[in-house]
């Protein structure tokens, strides 16, 4: 069983940035693929950013050169840095683990960005 507890959410006015951050549970954390994935309401779970154990991401493209998905093993986190943030990035965060063919979610951050 995998652990997460996601931190960084909050209000932003558009072109602001923040930094979610997610704490994962375990001894191999340098082995888990690490995701977010966002929710808006009305609409489904969509992919933001992956990371692979060995550093490769990849990124939806309605992002990409916004967002960055970054791990630290040595803490058992990852984090998103979200910069030129817009309106439509409004959502709910949460951080995924998929490990031995398993996936597991943490319970999700508030991301608001408005005016």
């Known amino acids: 069983q995998v652990q997460l507890v996601e931190s960084g959410g909050g209000l932003v006015q558009p072109g602001g940035s923040l930094r979610l951050s997610c704490v994962a549970s375990?001894?191999?954390?340098?082995?888990?693929?690490m995701g977010w994935y966002r929710q808006a309401p009305g609409k489904q779970r969509e992919k933001v950013a992956l990371?692979?154990?060995?550093?490769?991401?990849n990124y939806a493209d309605s992002v990409k050169g916004r967002f960055t998905i970054s791990r630290d093993n040595a803490k058992n986190t990852v984090y998103l840095q979200m910069n030129s943030l817009k309106p439509e990035d409004t959502a709910v965060y949460y951080c995924?683990?998929?490990?031995?063919?398993?996936?597991?979610w943490g319970q999700g951050t508030q991301v608001t960005v408005s005016s």
């Open positions: 990371i692979f154990k060995g550093g490769t991401t």
């Open positions: 995924n683990a998929f490990f031995l063919g398993q996936s597991y």
């Open positions: 375990g001894s191999s954390f340098n082995s888990y693929v």
